[in-house]
């Protein structure tokens, strides 16, 4: 039987290939009716779009998606890791300078948490460097209260179940003290939502700051507060496997000018 199939990509995925928003979120967003074709509003994902088929969000026409790039971001402590928030409260995506495409988070930190936050254009990328099976380990620099005994946190390396909820062995070093604090550094490779402060307050400490230095390979180095660096393509290309190394130029963007201090 011939295939009959419409060619083309669903819309969900062309959505989420331009960075609007992850295939599931994509669904909502059609379900809300806030995605057009050819201007036409669609309220169902069953739909196959071609290169010359005109597509909307919200009234903006998504250009053709540019190649897959991605960035480091070293976001700031008291921002918001989403696209809007409810209470009103200052997001990610408000911070960043405005010559950066649309983009995405490759995870999340949350509002207390700073440091190396990824950024992409490119659905795809979001989904293959947030699967657990790529096996990238995060690490983060924990600064906790408390003075912690000879193998207070080996039951972190062996995985516990904190409220029903099962974390995988984290590594944890411990690194200095500074007065009442201590602090360490730890590894994860799951990064499941408050993980590190939820472990750490099962143990019976209080996490007052986090700051992620690495994720996989990507590291923060001397990234400064709210700036931000795209990763070379080929870079890019030998992480993720690609055959195919088109040419971007990287630079480096310091965010615009805040009244934060």
Known sequence: MADETPKGDRIAKVLARAGVASRRDAEKLIAAGRIKVNGQKILSPALNVHPTDKVEFDGTILEAPEEPRLWLYH???????????????????????????????VGRLDM???????????GGVKRTLELPSTGWTRRYRVR???????????????????????????????????????????????????????AMEFLGFTVNRLIRISYGPFQLRDLK????EEVKRRVLADQLGW???????????????????
């Open 144 to 198: 906790i209260k408390g003075y912690p005994r000879e193998g207070a946190f080996e039951p972190l390396t062996k995985g516990i179940t904190v409220d029903g909820e099962h974390f995988q062995p984290m590594t944890v070093q411990l690194d200095r003290q500074t007065g009442a604090n201590f602090w360490l550094t730890v590894g994860l490779k799951e990064g499941k939502n408050r993980e590190i402060r939820r």
């Open 243 to 261: 055959s195919t190394k088109p040419k971007i130029v990287p630079r480096k963007t310091n965010k615009k000018s805040s009244s934060r201090s």
């Open 112 to 122: 207390s948490s700073e440091g190396l936050l990824l950024l992409t254009n490119d």
């Open 225 to 228: 507060p709210g700036e931000v």
């Open 75 to 105: 976001k700031p402590s008291g921002l918001i890791t989403t696209s809007r928030d409810e209470k009103g409260r200052e997001t990610v995506f408000e911070s960043l300078p405005e010559n950066l495409p649309r983009v995405v988070s």
